[in-house]
């Protein structure tokens, strides 16, 4: 199994460029998420998805699009770059929804987002 | 509304010598509460959970934490730091509210150095 994987590894966008950040799973898990990491305040969640075609907002929501196609991707898309996201952005996943609190989150390597 | 602190964003400890990383939480109903470990230029990995059975929590590569419901505290211990042990770790805290959706809930993360 490869687990959680993230395409790019690294990106720089111009202010007001749009990107899509890929993640995929293949451990048929229901749910998974998009977190984003700044200095000094851990990971805020993004958006998360219970489920295929079932997506919902996270903390930090604004300027982000997610969709749930399928079981195992789960793009992350920048619709219109600011500076404010630059940031590290992780993806995430686990077995249910339900069993969130007892549930590990898998998380994939990380993209580094750098907007000018 | 849960909430985690952790009281040293940085520690250093001789290699060899124990490991004490603090962790304090607020939460309104029952906890669940993670510690996940980050190498530099990893995902997050996790090291250990308490889901309200034993509250001394053993997890991989010899930490180890204690759920202190008076006090609030799920701090990770380690009897003699490596030099592996150095990273950046993350306690999380995932409750469940009535008619709500759990959330995970991160703190802004310890530096552990290990000094050789």
């Known amino acids: 199994n490869a687990g959680v994987t993230q395409t790019p590894k690294f990106q720089v966008l111009k202010t007001g460029q749009s990107m899509t950040l890929q993640c995929a799973q293949d451990m048929n898990h229901e749910y998974m998420s998009w977190y984003r990491q700044d200095p000094g305040m851990g990971l805020r969640l993004i958006h998360y998805s219970v489920g295929a075609g079932i997506t919902d907002q996270g903390e930090v929501p604004n300027g982000y699009n997610v969709s749930r196609s399928t079981t195992e991707d789960f793009p992350l898309r920048l619709l219109s770059a600011a500076p404010s996201q630059t940031s590290v952005y992780f993806c995430a996943s686990s077995y249910s929804s339900r069993g969130l609190r007892a549930n590990e989150q898998f998380f994939g390597p990380g993209t580094r987002l750098t907007v000018l | 509304a849960q909430s985690v602190t952790q009281l040293d964003s940085h520690v250093s400890v001789s290699e060899g010598t124990p490991v004490l990383l603090r962790c304090n939480y607020s939460s309104s109903y029952s906890p669940s509460l993670f510690w996940y470990v980050q190498h530099p230029n990893k995902g997050l990995q996790l090291l250990l959970k308490y889901t309200s059975a034993a509250t001394l929590v053993k997890g991989i590569n010899g930490f180890e934490a204690e759920f202190k419901k008076s006090e609030t505290s799920f701090h990770l211990t380690k009897p003699s730091a490596h030099m592996s042990d150095a990273a950046e770790y993350f306690c999380?805290?995932?409750?469940?509210?009535?008619?709500?959706?759990?959330?995970?809930?991160f703190g802004t993360g310890t530096r552990l150095t290990i000094i050789p």
């Open positions: 999380v805290v995932s409750d469940l509210a009535p008619f709500g959706n759990e959330k995970l809930t």
